[in-house]
């Protein structure tokens, strides 16, 4: 096949599902953030900083998630779409993933109010995870709803964090961990439906490309986040560091 054919027609089934998963590669379990975390080499300044600031991204995905199903005209996507919601928001006798990151919070030592106020949310994180929710709120539903392919990857994070944070940070209360346990077998549930939804839209060469394009601005995302992380609680340059040792930015949401 010549090199004009390749560039005109679309991927197999087969052969886009391992370009989307190829991108595994840049996920934010290679970052050294998270590599020192799994290594136990994070102090507990940084670990509460990451729980901190990971959690305005868990009260981010439900709206998200609300935005894309504001966009989807078919009731039965809708019915699936529904669960992440649910999973994070939680029902009736499920407290949700938001109430069990806040008990992880509490579990590294952090103080409940404290996490609910956003006032460790350090700028460059809101700002990577707003951009993820307006991204959902403009895009056509397809392509936002397969910005959350990240999910290919996220049972091998979740295991490794009850693999490896038992051991290194016994300082940890066991009830912390409870969110990864339950995301394990979530994730694997959203996967399935997220990559049927990707697999069965982007049938033309330039959906394909630019679903893997999206992608990456998802892994993007989250590899900006660890690197905000870094700079305020690796090498203890937080924004403004030059002019002053208080956390001026602003923390909340003004949108």
Sequence with gaps: ??????????MTAEAFEQALRAKGSWYHIHHPYHIAMHNGQATREQIQGWVANRFYYQTSIPLKDAAIMANCPDPQTRRKWVQRILDHDGHGQSEGGIEAWLRLGEAVGLDRDVILSEELVLPGVR?????????????????AACSSLTELFAPQIHQSRLDSWPQHYQWIEAQGYDYFRSRLSQANRDVEHGLQLALEYCDTVEKQQRMLEILQFK???LWSMLDSMTMAYELHRPPYHSVTNEAVWHKGRLL
């Design 1 to 10: 096949m010549n090199k004009t054919a390749l560039a005109t027609t679309p």
């Design 127 to 143: 700002f990577a995870v707003d951009a993820y929710v307006n991204f959902a709120r403009r895009a056509v539903w397809q392509e």
């Design 219 to 221: 892994l993007d995302i």
